[in-house]
């Protein structure tokens, strides 16, 4: 089976841009969890997509969004960049069945804002 | 507000030495505790723990939970330069859908 995928794998933008990036989950999983990953803060939850619907935030503004497809890929949106959301963010698949609750991450993508 | 605590933050060890990497928790309505190893990419993940006292092994990894005292702890014996990255534990409770990452143990082994 094919692991999460994630593109672009690096992106570089400026300050006041948004980006979107992109996930395809393991198929036939139908979560998928976005992360961002920082030196100072480490791994923090975004938000978690099943069914297009978000079950879960995690605390971060509202620049920061996401949504889900019938096919179970994901999208996440970051509006007005600041420096601060250079980061790297993943996204974790999993079949979200009870007692089977491992999520698989992609190899994420790199945003660094200038 | 869920809490994760792991420790050491960084170790250094030689090749065949064991080291044992802990990991604390409070979480709202436990359910599982996963472990995690990050080399230069994403995390891979090697054990889920739902139950105290049940000792998981893969090879040279293991991994065992304490519910009642709330940690769990991951062994690695006869340890190699590729063991060397950053060890994650994420617990997650029911219903919320989420882990919770601790900030990692970053392992070491030199030859």
């Known amino acids: 089976k094919a692991g999460v995928t994630q593109t672009p794998r690096y992106l570089i933008k400026t300050r006041g841009q948004q980006v979107t990036l992109s996930c395809s989950p393991i198929?036939?999983?139908?979560?998928v969890s976005w992360y961002q990953q920082t030196p100072g803060q480490g791994l923090q939850f975004l938000f978690e997509?099943?069914?297009?619907?978000?079950?879960n935030k995690g605390n971060f503004p509202g620049r920061f969004s996401g949504r889900q497809f019938s096919n179970s890929r994901s999208e996440m949106n970051v509006s007005t960049l600041e420096l601060g959301d250079s980061a790297l963010y993943l996204c974790?698949?999993?079949?979200?069945?009870?007692?089977?609750?491992?999520?698989?991450f992609g190899p994420g993508t790199r945003l660094l804002v200038l | 507000e869920d809490k994760v605590v792991q420790s050491p933050l960084s170790l250094v060890v030689h090749e065949g030495d064991t080291v044992t990497l802990n990991c604390s928790y409070e979480?709202?309505?436990?359910?599982?505790l996963l472990w995690y190893k990050q080399e230069k990419k994403a995390p891979t993940f090697l054990f889920m723990l739902?139950?105290?006292?049940i000792e998981k092994k893969s090879g040279r990894l293991s991994s065992i939970l304490d519910k009642k005292e709330l940690f769990s702890i991951l062994n690695i014996t006869a340890t190699q330069t590729g063991d060397s990255a950053v060890y994650l534990c994420?617990?997650?409770?029911?219903?919320?859908?989420?882990?919770?990452f601790g900030k990692g143990t970053k392992l070491s082994v030199i030859p």
């Open positions: 979480v709202t309505n436990f359910r599982s």
């Open positions: 994420a617990p997650s409770g029911a219903g919320s859908y989420q882990l919770t």
């Open positions: 997509y099943f069914s297009e619907t978000q079950r």
């Open positions: 198929s036939g999983h139908r979560s």
């Open positions: 739902t139950s105290s006292g």
């Open positions: 974790a698949s999993s079949t979200s069945t009870p007692g089977e609750e491992t999520q698989y």
